[in-house]
């Protein structure tokens, strides 16, 4: 049975940093595709950044493009979600998901915007950003 588990999540001032993890059990991490999304109060869920089975290539939505940093540690079975320069738009709460398959460029593409491609969730985890 695949479980994700997010943690580092926290309340931080703007412009400051949080490193986001999302620890496996399972499954080997290295097989899947995992995916980084948040959803804010009212708000629908939202891609923000993948990183493929195969080559780990990466992707990112545009609002987080330069400021987050997804990467993978496979023998820790972990992959991460570096954000820096933290926004109060950043605020929500954030949520990994796997897929068993790796991901061209154009399927990274839609995958953050088409939720149900996802296989596993984990819980969430809440990110703040206030003053």
């Known amino acids: 049975q695949v479980q994700l588990v997010e943690s580092g999540g926290a309340t931080v001032q703007p412009g400051g940093s949080l490193r986001l993890s999302c620890a496996a059990s399972?499954?080997?991490?290295?097989?899947?595709?995992i995916g980084w999304f948040r959803q804010a109060p009212g708000k629908e869920r939202e891609g923000v950044s993948c990183i493929s089975s195969s080559d780990s290539s990466t992707y990112y939505a545009n609002s987080v493009k330069g400021r987050f940093t997804i990467s993978r540690d496979n023998a820790k079975n972990t992959v991460y979600l570096q954000m820096n320069s933290l926004k109060p738009e950043d605020t929500a709460v954030y949520y990994c998901?796997?897929?068993?398959?790796?991901?061209?460029?154009?399927?990274?593409?839609?995958?953050?915007?088409?939720?149900?491609?996802?296989?596993?969730w984990g819980q969430g985890t809440q990110v703040t950003v206030s003053s």
């Open positions: 399972g499954v080997t991490l290295d097989d899947y595709s």
């Open positions: 998901a796997a897929v068993n398959q790796e991901l061209s460029t154009a399927q990274a593409m839609w995958s953050l915007s088409l939720p149900k491609f996802w296989d596993y």
